[in-house]
């Protein structure tokens, strides 16, 4: 992070200097403008030059459309590829997404209706249930909810994947649509997990709150490096650990004794279903048109580890707030590196690779690298949990999101 910071201030220090150069410099030099990168301060040009740079900007929604439809991609075989599965993403949107609006389940659905005149008693109950939540649950409750609340951050990375992307916010293509559908869907987890907390009435809101706003304000790289196929592999990923990690909670909420947070959290998980496949089926379009591309990206993600998207995580105080609360996760087995493994292998038999054909023979093998790799996962992941299980190494963690009490 330190590093970041001070690479920011560099850059942006440079930049002041080279704006002062140039001011400092006007009389004396000729300076060409490029309609790629226009300067926005008037008073650095002459009006020959300013009305130069008027000639060659874009003026009407058809002239901006054609400058934003140029192609100047840093993948362009990937862009080609998925533009050519458009109807299949056309059609990914109407069948997979839900209906929008009236149809749709929304948040108030699973809350108390404070507008019925009853909405004491409804609370009173709704509170009831929420008080038999234990505090361990509730902590990956709200880790889980922060994660879901940070989606202004994901839908940005969704439109840095190349090809992929809403270039004018309401742009009418497949990608587009889909992009903004998603994101509609996803933005109802955060708030009934929210609200559902804000009036249970078991946490510090306050601290809650706190923690999302560090969160969305420092950020999140996958590592897509706004590759179309990066980003795909990513979102396989990462769905379906949230449908298990919201699916597990709903299984705990029930047990502890409160079915509205079971319902809700189920609910959630289920959209998260939806989402893992209609990605997942994104990329066997991909391996179908571009296997040796796929199995790249594929391989060299994988190389590392998927990074999880509340990395960043923060109250403000507590600085490994993201490894206590994957801690506490870990320890219900609510999402475990046993989970990570088999993710891996159901997206390995998913695509099919062992089976894959007419590849080169270096991407055969990054198939072999990938076949072998969920095994090695599940056996360090079992070493490892079985481990802390006789070692009973578990050590509890004091929150601010509960007042301080230890999960
Ligand atoms: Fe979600
Ligand atoms: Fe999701």
Redesign the pocket.
């Known amino acids: 992070m330190f590093v970041s910071i001070t690479l920011l201030c560099l850059l942006g220090g440079s930049q002041s200097f080279s704006n002062h150069f140039y001011s400092s410099k006007r009389s004396s030099l000729s300076l060409r403008v490029s309609p790629a990168m226009p300067p926005t301060d008037s008073s650095v040009l002459t009006p020959k030059e300013l009305d130069s740079m008027k000639a060659t900007m874009p003026k009407t929604k058809e002239d901006i459309q054609r400058e934003i439809s140029r192609d100047r991609y840093l993948y362009p075989k990937h862009v080609e590829v998925i533009r050519d599965f458009e109807d299949k993403v056309d059609s990914a949107v109407d069948d997979v997404l839900l209906e929008t609006g009236a149809n749709m389940w929304q948040p108030q659905d699973y809350l108390p209706d404070m507008e019925r005149e009853d909405w004491v008693e409804q609370l009173k109950e709704f509170r009831g249930k929420a008080g038999t939540v234990a505090d361990d649950t509730l902590v990956v409750l709200i880790g889980d909810m922060v994660t879901e609340e940070a989606l202004p951050t994901y839908q940005t990375l969704l439109n840095t994947f190349e090809g992929c992307d809403d270039p004018e916010g309401d742009t009418q293509n497949a990608w587009a649509r889909w992009s903004r559908g998603w994101t509609s869907e996803?933005n109802r987890h955060g708030d009934l997990l929210n609200k559902y907390l804000y009036l249970g009435g078991r946490c510090n809101m306050r601290k809650v709150e706190e923690t999302i706003q560090h969160l969305i304000t420092s950020g999140f790289n996958p590592g897509a490096a706004q590759d179309p196929y990066r980003g795909f592999v990513y979102t396989s990923f990462q769905?379906r650990a949230?449908k298990v990690s919201h699916g597990n909670v709903a299984k705990l909420a029930r047990s502890n004794g409160d079915d509205n947070l079971a319902r809700i959290c189920a609910m959630i998980a289920g959209?998260?279903a939806r989402?893992e496949r209609a990605y997942q089926s994104f990329c066997d379009e991909v391996i179908a048109r571009d296997p040796d591309g796929f199995i790249e990206v594929f391989s060299d993600m994988m190389k590392a580890q998927i990074v999880m998207p509340a990395a960043l995580m923060t109250d403000g105080a507590d600085l490994s707030l993201y490894d206590n609360f994957s801690a506490v996760a870990q320890k219900l087995g609510v999402y475990t590196a046993v989970d990570y493994a088999e993710i891996l292998q159901y997206l390995v038999d998913r695509w099919d690779l062992e089976h894959m054909t007419g590849i080169s023979a270096v991407s055969e093998e990054k198939r072999d690298f990938l076949c072998n790799l969920p095994r090695r996962y599940m056996k360090l992941a079992t070493r490892s949990m079985n481990k802390a299980v006789k070692d009973n190494s578990y050590e509890t963690k004091a929150f601010s999101w509960i007042n301080g009490r230890r999960a």
Do not use: V
């Open positions: 996803e769905e949230t959209d998260e989402h």
